[in-house]
T-cell receptor
Framework: EAGVAQSPRYKIIEKRQSVAFWCNPISGHATLYWYQQILGQGPKLLIQFQNNGVVDDSQLPKDRFSAERLKGVDSTLKIQPAKLEDSAVYLC????????????????FGPGTRLTVT | KQEVTQIPAALSVPEGENLVLNCSFTDSAIYNLQWFRQDPGKGLTSLLLIQSSQREQTSGRLNASLDKSSGRSTLYIAASQPGDSATYLCAVRTDSWGKLQFGAGTQVVVTP
């Protein structure tokens, strides 16, 4: 079974430029998550999709960050314009997803995209 | 608001010693707790998932305990090896949609 795919793996941009990250979840996984992990910290959830609907985007800086999940499969996270403090690893994860308390929401992570803003 | 803390932030042990990693959380109303491993430049790999109704979970040399009432979990790694060197993160599931709240992790170095 193929894992969660992300691209690019690395990106260096200047502040005020824009950047986009792509994620392809595990086939059949309804739930998709984007996390931001700043060096030395744990991942912080930015946005969560259930199929192509947003479940939680409470920690997404909506003035500069946007995300979409068209057709409930692939997802794109965009930053425009980037700031120095956006330098981080952006992780995508997916889970089967169902409204229960079992392992249906066990998350599987991609390798991440390391963003450096100069 | 749920807060997850991992102490110590870093740990170094000689090969063969047992590792003990701690995780604490402030709100006991969790669905489950997961332990992850993160290697430099890589994503997260799930090690163990403990449901809120369970007390412990085991996989090979790994054993994780959960005391929900006191807000604590401990990950034990028996007979550590240099290949166990990584950052270990714990995370608690806080809602019915699977949202995870992570700790900052413990960076482990196992010296030969």
């Amino acid at each position: 079974e193929a894992g969660v795919a992300q691209s690019p793996r690395y990106k260096i941009i200047e502040k005020r430029q824009s950047v986009a990250f792509w994620c392809n979840p595990i086939s059949g996984h309804a739930t998709l998550y984007w996390y931001q992990q700043i060096l030395g910290q744990g991942p912080k959830l930015l946005i969560q999709f259930q199929n192509n609907g947003v479940v939680d985007d409470s920690q997404l800086p909506k003035d500069r960050f946007s995300a979409e999940r068209l057709k409930g499969v692939d997802s794109t996270l965009k930053i425009q314009p980037a700031k120095l403090e956006d330098s981080a690893v952006y992780l995508c994860a997916s889970s089967l997803g169902s409204n229960g308390g079992g392992t249906e929401y066990e998350q599987y992570f991609g390798p991440g995209t390391r963003l450096t803003v100069t | 608001k749920q807060e997850v803390t991992q102490i110590p932030a870093a740990l170094s042990v000689p090969e063969g010693e047992n590792l003990v990693l701690n995780c604490s959380f402030t709100d006991s109303a969790i669905y489950n707790l997961q332990w992850f491993r993160q290697d430099p430049g890589k994503g997260l790999t799930s090690l163990l998932l403990i449901q809120s109704s369970q007390r412990e979970q085991t996989s090979g040399r790994l054993n994780a305990s959960l005391d929900k009432s006191s807000g604590r979990s401990t990950l034990y790694i028996a007979a550590s090896q240099p290949g166990d060197s990584a950052t270990y993160l714990c995370a608690v599931r806080t809602d019915s949609w699977g949202k995870l709240q992570f700790g900052a992790g413990t960076q482990v170095v196992v010296t030969p």
